[in-house]
């Protein structure tokens, strides 16, 4: 009875679990992982230059680098990872994408934070939609630059009203786009890396520039949250109530002989 019951427990919860897998598939498509993407509304943004409405309680955005530096030895970690202090950007890319250079034993990313107002104007019908950020790379100990990616990484870029696109340039001055695509519920976009130069979020121009709390992951996710709980306790209160003793019911007694 107990093993029974066990298995029934674990059927429900993978139901569940598939249940929760579809309805958020649904709602937001492209997620890998439906279940981690978290339900809080994300940070405040920092700007470098705040436009007007954005100027109260904007903390400074934040540079970053690759820490420690790559070790492009065989003792060196696979993975690599530079951020800026505030995480507004993430840019990730294996060791065996930085092509080799004679002499160079390690690698190092910087990522510096922008007024877009003081790199060259995006294509007509778009607007920047947050701060720009300079990439560079360039090898250790010589300080010569990387020149690209063999193998591609990504970059993930945070932006603080209706961006849809990442722009870049080599040169902070001709634009093109990325593909694109919407990172979870907390307002950030994510594009394939391989090259230094100044990346910005962009959207379309006539996108109002309007904050976003992103508090649509919180209302989605309380949602799934409780689909998931009733397919899981409904099932239990039907087996419960079903396993429940009833009351035994007593014999009736017949009227007592006189002797």
């Given at each position: 009875?107990?093993?029974?019951?066990?298995?029934?427990?674990?059927?429900?919860?993978?139901?569940?679990?598939?249940?929760?897998?579809?309805?958020t598939g649904q709602l937001r498509p492209g997620r890998a992982r439906p279940l981690?993407?978290?339900?809080?509304?994300?940070?405040?943004?920092?700007?470098v230059n705040p436009p007007p409405e954005f100027r109260s309680g904007n903390q400074k955005a934040l540079s970053g680098k690759l820490t420690p530096p790559a070790?492009?030895?065989?003792?060196?970690?696979?993975?690599?990872?530079?951020?800026?202090?505030?995480?507004?950007?993430?840019?990730?890319?294996?060791?065996?994408?930085?092509?080799?250079?004679?002499?160079?034993?390690?690698?190092?990313?910087?990522?510096?934070?922008?007024?877009?107002?003081s790199l060259g104007p995006l294509p007509h019908g778009i607007r920047v939609d947050g701060n720009g950020y300079k990439v560079v790379m360039g090898y250790l100990p010589s300080g010569a630059s990387i020149p690209a990616l063999v193998q591609?990484?990504?970059?993930?870029?945070?932006?603080?009203?209706?961006?849809?696109?990442?722009?870049?340039?080599?040169?902070?001055?001709?634009?093109?786009?990325?593909s694109a695509q919407q990172v979870g519920n907390n307002?950030?976009?994510?594009?394939?890396?391989?090259?230094?130069?100044?990346?910005?979020?962009?959207?379309?121009?006539?996108?109002?520039?309007?904050?976003?709390?992103?508090s649509g992951g919180l209302t989605t996710g309380l949602l799934i949250m409780a689909a998931v709980a009733f397919v899981i306790f409904t099932p239990l209160i039907v087996l419960f109530v079903r396993r429940r003793p009833g009351k035994t019911p007593q014999k009736k007694r017949g009227p007592k002989k006189r002797r």
């Open positions: 009875m107990r093993t029974r019951r066990v298995v029934t427990v674990g059927l429900v919860v993978t139901a569940a679990y598939v249940v929760a897998t579809m309805a981690f993407d978290g339900f809080t509304p994300p940070p405040a943004y920092r700007w070790d492009l030895g065989p003792a060196g970690p696979t993975q690599l990872e530079a951020a800026t202090d505030d995480a507004q950007v993430l840019i990730t890319f294996s060791k065996t994408g930085v092509p080799p250079a004679p002499g160079a034993t390690g690698a190092t990313v910087e990522i510096t934070a922008l007024d877009p107002a591609p990484g990504n970059i993930f870029l945070s932006y603080p009203t209706t961006a849809d696109r990442i722009e870049y340039s080599p040169d902070g001055k001709a634009w093109q786009s990325l307002l950030q976009l994510g594009a394939v890396f391989t090259k230094a130069g100044y990346y910005e979020a962009a959207a379309p121009g006539s996108a109002p520039l309007t904050k976003r709390s992103g």
